[in-house]
């Protein structure tokens, strides 16, 4: 934030004030607009990293973006408030005003640019600039008020006054996630911070300031404060209505279930003539129904080769690959830690996956635990399994990178018995080799043994996976309890797995580093992925 520079020459405001409450309280009452202002500032920073996350799903990436853009937009802003400062409270209610419509809109004016223009990062840019030129506006003129109500060393002001904006930001910045998210969500949060912000900038200026400004104007500001306020009332009324409709243009098939949890948006298509039933995690494909079982039986099936008394499933939260497990009669028990409780309650309760997991969660082996995956094997399991399903994110982000390091990989050995078995979902080889050979050297580095093989899965394109142990590299083979009726894993697709074309195998893409907690590189490694597909 640009320090300000106090004012200590003449202006054409110098005028007495004559305000209408003694200087204290109206310095109270102008240091209580910094707060606010600066806990509604906060929200729309953070608001616009969260969409970026949501929709694009690189949070440092979206962060950084956000926050430098804003950081040199207020510097901007807050040089260009210098011309104000002649006019300093009616400038402050006006561009109070403006960050209300603005700021309150921007989480629906950056999803309609990504759902109709495809133009979100652009939009993104140019909302930042604008709501951070305008909080950096905001000081210049209130140091400009808190000296004209009452003479004091300009450092004393700047201390106040930063004081006041520091605090604000720490509210506004524990109240998004801990309030606003839970009670409103990000559209309607934003949008009742917008008018907070618009409401406190005005009000306060047409009170405290109100024998400084003309009849005209005290009328046009409250005649303002009136259309802002039904702007975003109307903006609210509709929001769901903006969403649903947003949401269907992203998406090819009709949308049949969609919802916000805690953690993402969850998205259920049916195509209404194939029935082709489809699971997107904040924007992402899970899976394809017409396919899925491509994806799961090759997944699954080798993994189970042995031992399988205790199965562990790390994600995986849609019951597919718990369904497959259940196949076998042998199976004692199946624990699975998904994150997400309102994906897993999805996949329990509703029809669109019932059909096709076969009521899973029903089963009384299965355990589900809300958990992260690597908290839950640091922090709480004390038990050993005989096999370990990695059906995890993709890692294209910082959360979800971890998850495909040496140290998580290291905590799964601790959670595996002796001649336990892992397996690992790991991308696409073709589309993005060095992301799944990196996944491999991460497995490897950790102390497995590792067999790469992979399969075409149409929704996806081609898919690889790793199976690994701590003794020898373990064979790609069907158990001999194998289910008869597979649709896809049969002994001959899984030996042709094990093939790489010369232009895709470990050879390929030369020397790969592994991912860890402090050099994730697995996201650099997705990230430079997909690129002309």
């Given at each position: 934030?640009?320090?300000?520079?106090?004012?200590?020459?003449?202006?054409?405001?110098?005028?007495?004030?004559?305000?209408?409450?003694?200087?204290?309280?109206?310095?109270?009452?102008?240091?209580?607009?910094?707060?606010?202002?600066?806990?509604?500032?906060?929200v729309y920073e953070l608001a616009l990293v969260a969409l970026g996350s949501y929709l694009l799903g690189d949070t440092i990436v979206q962060a950084s973006i956000v926050l430098s853009v804003m950081v040199f937009a207020m510097g901007v802003g807050s040089l260009l408030a210098k011309r104000l400062t002649s006019h300093a409270a009616l400038s402050f209610a006006v561009i109070e005003a403006a960050l209300g419509v603005i700021g309150g809109l921007s989480i629906l004016l950056l999803y309609l640019a990504f759902a109709y223009i495809n133009m979100y990062t652009t939009a993104m840019v140019l909302l930042a600039f604008v709501i951070g030129a305008l909080i950096g506006a905001e000081i210049p003129l209130l140091m400009e008020l808190i000296q004209r109500i009452r003479a004091q060393r300009a450092s004393t002001a700047?201390?106040?006054?930063?004081?006041?904006?520091?605090?604000?930001?720490?509210?506004?910045?524990?109240?998004?996630?801990?309030?606003?998210?839970?009670?409103?969500?990000?559209?309607?949060?934003?949008?009742?911070?917008?008018?907070?912000?618009?409401?406190?900038?005005?009000?306060?200026?047409?009170?405290?300031?109100?024998?400084?400004?003309?009849?005209?104007?005290?009328?046009?500001?409250?005649?303002g404060l009136a259309v802002i306020l039904a702007l975003l009332t109307f903006a609210w009324i509709y929001t769901d209505a903006i969403e649903i409709t947003s949401r269907q243009r992203i998406y090819r098939d009709p949308i049949v279930t969609a919802e916000r949890s805690q953690y993402q948006d969850i998205v259920v298509t049916r195509h209404p003539r194939t029935q082709d039933t489809r699971l997107f995690l904040n924007g992402d494909l899970q899976f394809a129904s017409n396919d899925e079982y491509r994806y799961h039986e090759t997944l699954v099936h080798p993994a189970l080769n042995g031992s399988r008394d205790r199965v562990l499933v790390l994600g995986g939260g849609d019951g597919m690959a718990i369904r497959e497990v259940l196949r076998y009669p042998d199976v004692e028990q199946v624990t699975l830690v998904d994150l997400d409780p309102a994906v897993v309650e999805l996949a329990r309760t509703d029809e669109h996956f019932t059909e096709f997991n076969d009521s899973a969660f029903d089963d009384p082996r299965v355990e589900y635990v809300p958990a992260d995956a690597f908290t839950w094997?640091?922090?709480?399991?004390?038990?050993?399994?005989?096999?370990?399903?990695?059906?995890?994110?993709?890692?294209?982000?910082?959360?979800?990178?971890?998850?495909?390091?040496?140290?998580?990989?290291?905590?799964?050995?601790?959670?595996?018995?002796?001649?336990?078995?892992?397996?690992?979902?790991?991308?696409?080889?073709?589309?993005?080799?060095?992301?799944?050979?990196?996944?491999?050297?991460?497995?490897?580095?950790?102390?497995?043994?590792?067999?790469?093989?992979?399969?075409?899965?149409?929704?996806?394109?081609?898919?690889?996976?790793?199976?690994?142990?701590?003794?020898?590299?373990?064979?790609?083979?069907?158990?001999?309890?194998?289910?008869?009726?597979?649709?896809?894993?049969?002994?001959?697709?899984l030996a042709a797995a094990l093939v790489f074309p010369p232009d895709r195998d470990r050879d390929s893409v030369g020397e790969v580093e592994p991912s860890s907690l402090l050099h994730p590189r697995v996201i650099d490694q997705q990230r430079g992925a997909w690129v002309g597909y």
């Open positions: 934030m640009t320090s300000p520079t106090a004012t200590t020459g003449p202006t054409a405001d110098d005028a007495p004030l004559n305000l209408p409450v003694r200087p204290g309280p109206a310095r109270f009452f102008v240091m209580f607009a910094v707060f606010v202002c600066a806990s509604c500032g906060m700047v201390a106040d006054l930063f004081a006041a904006d520091y605090v604000g930001g720490l509210i506004g910045g524990l109240a998004f996630p801990f309030l606003l998210l839970p009670l409103l969500g990000l559209p309607r949060g934003v949008l009742a911070v917008g008018m907070i912000n618009a409401t406190t900038g005005i009000v306060i200026v047409l009170w405290l300031f109100r024998r400084r400004l003309n009849r005209r104007l005290r009328a046009g500001l409250a005649a094997l640091r922090e709480e399991n004390s038990e050993a399994y005989d096999v370990v399903i990695a059906d995890l994110p993709d890692p294209d982000d910082v959360g979800t990178s971890k998850l495909y390091s040496i140290e998580f990989y290291g905590l799964v050995d601790r959670a595996m018995k002796p001649d336990a078995r892992l397996v690992v979902q790991a991308g696409s080889p073709y589309f993005a080799p060095e992301a799944y050979w990196g996944i491999g050297e991460s497995v490897a580095r950790a102390g497995f043994r590792t067999t790469p093989y992979h399969v075409d899965v149409p929704s996806f394109g081609d898919w690889g996976y790793f199976l690994a142990a701590k003794g020898e590299a373990p064979a790609v083979e069907l158990p001999a309890a194998a289910p008869a009726d597979l649709r896809f894993a049969t002994p001959e697709v």
